[in-house]
């Protein structure tokens, strides 16, 4: 996995524990599948080491937005964020940053738990706020990243799931731009 994008197992195998909880594993499960030559090796097996693969991740978001929607991959998204802070690599992080900052300027804590969380994924960068939104850019991000739609309905579900922590109700966009550049951009708005 030398650069190869990947992500906190913690983060994959805490959603997939969730996939099951939630009862959309075998439905998610199947269609992977189906769909990934080469997933039986892995879909089933422990995730070993401090990180897996993104592109298998993005592979079961994937399915789980063809299977159950994006309402259901964004609330699995929120849904995984509420996990992670109970127990999660980011949790003690996140908890005392929450008590610190009780309003929309919380956000800016994203790019910090992008680079715990991610590696060769790209560079996360705040680009502007107002009073009721805060934007990123995401920078330097693969192909493998910036097409990972399903990956992205995910994120916003847990970016919402930031924006509960910090008291706000509002949305989070994650959209890869048209200009050839290949860059995401992330907005938070309250």
Known sequence: MAREPVLASSIASGTRLLLKELRHWDDVRRLVLLRERGAQSWIDGPISGSWALLERHAAIMSALLECRGEAVTREVGRARLREALRSGHLASIFRSWAR?????????????????????CGRMQFVSSSERSVGFVLLGAPASVREAVAWHRFLEGYGEGIL??????????????????GAIDVVFTS
């Not at 900052?101 to 060769?120: E, G, I, M, N």
């Not at 922590?165 to 550049?181: F, I, K, N, P």
């Open 100 to 120: 610190s900052y009780a309003s929309l300027t919380f956000v800016r804590v994203v790019p910090h738990a992008w680079t715990a969380a991610t590696r060769h």
């Open 164 to 181: 509960d922590v910090a008291g706000l109700s509002g949305t989070v966009r994650v959209a890869t731009r048209s200009d050839g550049e």
